[in-house]
């Protein structure tokens, strides 16, 4: 084998090459128990926190604790403004727009039953506890995806 050390792989020092390919490999995320803990709490957090009665004061504070702390971790991340940034802001901007225009279209539609708002699929799927707990999870991990990406 001219050029390439048999027993280490490691180029030859006296290899007449330019360069020497690399091949590099990406370690696949593996969840590990701090993940598998932190996914848990969040879970038992969920539940506590479906569980309060809504729109009182310890609903709200279960329902800004996440928030605050996302907002501090999103401000302590510092992100570059990219191209992608920017086209992505766009992309929510239309989809917000569309959410809007359905509620407020099907709100002047009548009866609700053949052309419900949002938030009357919302009540109806929060209605109940676990309901609620899905909905919290749920918001919960997409507010963590978003956060990731």
Do not use: Q
């Not at 225009?101 to 109806?124: F, G, K, M, Q």
Request: glycine letters at 6%.
């Amino acid at each position: 084998m001219r050029g390439v050390e048999a027993t280490s792989g490691l180029p030859d020092p006296c290899c007449d090459c330019e360069t020497v390919a690399v091949e590099t490999t990406r370690r696949r995320g593996r969840a590990t128990w701090r993940v598998a803990a932190v996914a848990a709490a969040a879970l038992v957090y969920s539940w506590i926190a479906s569980g309060l009665r809504p729109f009182t004061h310890p609903e709200a504070v279960a329902v800004a604790i996440p928030l605050v702390v996302g907002g501090i971790a999103m401000l302590r991340a510092h992100p570059d403004a990219t191209d992608t940034t920017r086209r992505g802001t766009w992309v929510w901007a239309a989809l917000f727009a569309a959410l809007v225009t359905w509620e407020l279209v099907s709100y002047r539609l009548s009866p609700r039953v053949d052309h419900p708002t949002l938030s009357s699929i919302a009540d109806w799927a929060m209605s109940t506890h676990p309901g609620r707990f899905v909905m919290f999870a749920a918001w919960m991990g997409v507010g963590y995806w978003l956060f990731r990406r």
